[in-house]
């Protein structure tokens, strides 16, 4: 009997057949050099025995450029308007796509529903390539896009072994130069207030001040460590659990500034003076910091050339032509930078 069906075969039953991605699929039919022998001759296989017949015209559609980026965050827009942090990435991200005459689409993906929409607008090729911010650790959006066959690239990283293109900062050293910078200002009880934690820079600048704690000789105190989410409410509310805990302590290092502003609130309604009682660093050295009364230390991290570093591997993805997943993901980490201020 032959393998052959009734009907005209389509891309998603030679990948079922070949056990791999459409994207996949799609990459061998194109003559990708980006796919291993392997996999090439398990789709060539697939495709003789179902009798496909690539559709001429739609490999003319999938081979033509939109000149269209894609900058996804998973966020609400509360969030989004609030965080400098997101506000300097996208200046990043659309200065340097501006120079290569690239279109920005700004994209929020808040629910699962939007997540399946927004995988349907990729499957019809209305862009070229894909950034991704804000990147949770159980998020299957950058292994579906490549799925898709296109490039992507993440702001931060879901692990530390993470498959897919991304450029990141120094998360670690961040909290390591905080704490070590706290630990020369005499203060020994010393708190964080971390992001959360299936964020794996969340889990990095915790690590980093873990590690600081250990190169001062401090022991670790678990009534020290207390999760927020980001945002300043967050922090409010993980300064109060620390206070409750540990009122004792004398410094905090927020893994953000908007949490290390929301911190700083709930040390003035506890009596606190900063950094008479409690020295205060933040990350980001963003707006928030210079505006806040004192002044915030704060880690500096490059977020606008992390947005155009980028741009720039995307568009580098994209002219090779393929989303296909190289031997090893391209990978960049800029250096971050401990900004001294009033607050501590």
């Given at each position: 009997m032959s393998g052959r069906q009734s009907g005209r075969p389509t891309l998603e039953q030679v990948a079922a057949r070949a056990g791999v991605g459409r994207g996949t699929v799609s990459r061998v039919i194109n003559g990708s050099p980006r796919v291993s022998e392997q996999t090439r001759t398990a789709?060539?296989?697939?495709?003789?025995?179902?009798?496909?017949?690539?559709?001429?015209?739609?490999?003319?559609?999938?081979?033509?450029?939109?000149?269209?980026?894609?900058?996804?965050?998973?966020?609400?827009?509360?969030?989004?308007?609030?965080?400098?942090?997101?506000?300097?990435?996208?200046?990043?991200?659309?200065?340097?796509?501006?120079?290569?005459?690239?279109?920005?689409?700004?994209?929020?993906?808040?629910?699962?529903?939007?997540?399946?929409?927004f995988e349907q607008y990729l499957a019809a090729q209305r862009v070229d390539g894909v950034?991704?911010?804000?990147?949770?650790?159980?998020?299957?959006?950058?292994?579906?896009?490549?799925?898709l066959g296109l490039p992507v690239v993440?702001?931060?990283?879901?692990?530390?072994?993470?498959?897919?293109?991304?450029?990141?900062?120094?998360?670690?050293?961040?909290?390591?130069a905080a704490v070590a910078h706290l630990v020369g200002r005499g203060r020994s009880r010393i708190a964080t207030v971390t992001g959360p934690l299936d964020m794996y820079v969340a889990r990095a600048r915790l690590g980093g001040y873990r590690a600081g704690l250990t190169e001062a000789a401090l022991p670790p105190d678990e009534a020290l460590v207390a999760t927020g989410d980001f945002t300043e409410e967050g922090g409010r509310r993980a300064m109060r659990q620390l206070l409750d805990h540990r009122p004792d302590l004398d410094a905090v290092f927020a893994a953000s500034d908007v949490m290390a502003a929301g911190a700083r609130g709930a040390l003035r309604e506890a009596g606190?003076?900063?950094?008479?009682?409690?020295?205060?660093?933040?990350?980001?050295?963003?707006?928030?910091?210079?505006?806040?009364?004192?002044?915030?230390?704060?880690?500096?991290?490059?977020?606008?050339?992390?947005?155009?570093?980028?741009?720039?591997?995307?568009?580098?993805?994209?002219?090779?032509?393929t989303g296909a997943?190289?031997?090893?993901?391209?990978?960049?980490?800029?250096?971050?930078?401990?900004?001294v201020r009033e607050s501590s």
């Open positions: 789709v060539a296989r697939a495709v003789a025995e179902l009798g496909y017949v690539p559709n001429q015209a739609a490999r003319a559609l999938a081979g033509s450029r939109t000149d269209a980026i894609a900058l996804v965050i998973p966020e609400a827009e509360a969030r989004l308007f609030a965080e400098p942090y997101f506000l300097d990435l996208i200046r990043g991200v659309s200065a340097e796509l501006a120079e290569a005459d690239k279109q920005l689409l700004l994209t929020l993906v808040r629910s699962e529903q939007e997540r399946h929409r950034l991704l911010a804000s990147v949770h650790g159980d998020d299957p959006l950058p292994d579906r896009i490549r799925e993440l702001n931060g990283r879901r692990a530390e072994a993470e498959p897919v293109p991304y450029v990141d900062s120094d998360n670690i050293g961040a909290g390591r606190r003076r900063v950094p008479e009682d409690v020295a205060l660093v933040g990350v980001d050295d963003s707006p928030v910091a210079r505006l806040m009364d004192p002044p915030l230390t704060s880690v500096r991290q490059p977020i606008e050339e992390m947005g155009r570093t980028m741009a720039r591997m995307l568009i580098q993805e994209i002219h090779e032509g997943a190289p031997e090893e993901p391209r990978r960049h980490v800029l250096p971050t930078e401990l900004v």
